[in-house]
């Protein structure tokens, strides 16, 4: 009989606790739900409009604007083209003008034909490229 209470009351020793680890818990919660709006958070300053309209008038005719579309088609300064004549368009307008080209892209095309005009527009020889994604 003396050996039934020893093993229960072995087993009332092994439960933990955790009363005081909850308490504990609920005070970091608080502290962190009242320090959080006292902390600053940096914020970045965006250009002004002007800047923008600045940057739309630097583009120059004599820009190479090549315009990837939703349907995943190529235009080369308005004009379509496909992509295995891409290369040999790009070869000309980089010895007629090496500045870099502006690629747009529209945001529903595939990242396949993006990848395809970047590289056929590095291996043309432009060394960067002005990329804007057309919503």
């Known amino acids: 009989m003396r050996s039934r209470f020893l093993k229960s009351k072995a087993s009332e020793d092994e439960l933990v606790n955790l009363t005081p680890l ?3 818990l ?4 608080a502290v962190f739900i ?3 709006p006292l902390i600053q958070i ?5 250009a002004k409009s002007t800047a923008i ?3 739309a008038s630097a583009i120059s005719d004599s820009t190479l604007v090549i315009k990837v579309h939703k349907d995943n088609t190529v235009s080369i300064n308005g004009k379509l083209t496909e992509l295995k004549s891409m ?3 790009l070869l000309t307008s980089f010895s007629q003008s090496p500045a870099p080209p502006l690629l747009i892209h529209d945001a529903q095309a595939s990242f396949g034909t993006y990848y395809a005009v ?3 527009i590095e291996n043309a020889g432009y060394e960067s490229v002005d990329v804007a994604i057309a919503p």
């Not at 940096?42 to 965006?46: G, R, S, V």
């Open 22 to 24: 909850i308490d504990v």
């Open 87 to 89: 290369p040999y368009s």
């Open 118 to 120: 970047k590289s056929a």
């Open 26 to 29: 609920f005070v970091l919660l």
């Open 42 to 46: 940096d914020a970045i300053q965006l």
């Open 34 to 36: 009242i320090a959080l």
């Open 53 to 55: 309209k600045k940057t």
